[in-house]
């Protein structure tokens, strides 16, 4: 098993330039998760989903779009990208039982930096 | 507004020493108590989790203490080495309303010299 990969391991963007994260699971976990991490912050939830089809907003989903046509993909868009989304954005995803809830499984991670 | 809030930012320890991070939360839905270990390029994995049934649970040198009166929870790296020195998330998650979204602490970074 690969568990979650994420691509691309970096990227370095222009102010105004669009990009998609790629996500991937092959846990056939039903949540799947984005983050993005800043020194201090912690890791803040942009967006997640529960579900094939069907995503919901996080703490801080302001400037980015998801969406999870498959259930082991969930893709995370930046329309016109800021400095303000310099991150590290991290990929998570999770199964769920009944009423109880599992770990995490994250990704290794991908470097943005806007320009 | 924090919901779990996280202690201390940065911990310097010796070889050997006990190092102690502790977390607060408010809300008591919370039923599922995770600590994350992230090593610096990673992405962060899961280190040893708690339920609020009880109150101690240990697993070799890591230790997470819950009390469940105070809404506190705290881990315990016995005998740290200094490939302990990595970053520490607390976090905490409920299934109330059906959302199992965890809430995280800040993190800790935890330095353990030779």
């Known amino acids: 098993n690969a568990g979650v990969t994420q691509t691309p391991k970096f990227r370095v963007l222009k102010t105004g330039q669009s990009m998609t994260l790629l996500c991937a699971q092959d846990?056939?976990?039903?949540?799947m998760y984005w983050y993005r991490q800043d020194p201090g912050m912690g890791l803040r939830l942009i967006h997640y989903s529960v579900g094939e089809g069907t995503t919901a907003k996080g703490e801080v989903p302001d400037g980015y779009n998801v969406s999870r046509l498959k259930k082991q993909n969930f893709l995370l868009g930046l329309e016109s990208a800021a400095p303000s989304q310099t991150s590290v954005y991290f990929c998570?995803?999770?199964?769920?039982?009944?009423?109880?809830?599992?770990?995490?499984?994250f990704g290794p991670g991908t470097r943005l930096t806007v320009t | 507004q924090q919901q779990v809030k996280q202690s201390p930012q940065s911990l310097i320890v010796q070889k050997g020493g006990i190092s102690i991070i502790n977390c607060a939360y408010e809300?008591?839905?919370?039923?599922?108590f995770p600590w994350y270990q992230q090593f610096p390029g990673k992405g962060p994995a899961l280190l040893i989790a708690i339920r609020p049934d009880v109150s101690e649970k240990k697993e070799g040198r890591f230790t997470i203490s819950f009390n469940k009166s105070a809404k506190q929870f705290s881990l315990h790296i016995m005998d740290s080495q200094p490939g302990d020195s990595a970053t520490y998330f607390c976090a905490a998650t409920t299934a109330s309303g059906g959302s199992y979204i965890p809430t995280f602490g800040r993190g800790t970074s935890l330095i353990v010299h030779p």
């Open positions: 809300n008591t839905a919370f039923d599922y």
């Open positions: 998570a995803s999770s199964h769920i039982a009944g009423q109880v809830s599992y770990e995490q499984y």
């Open positions: 846990m056939n976990h039903e949540y």
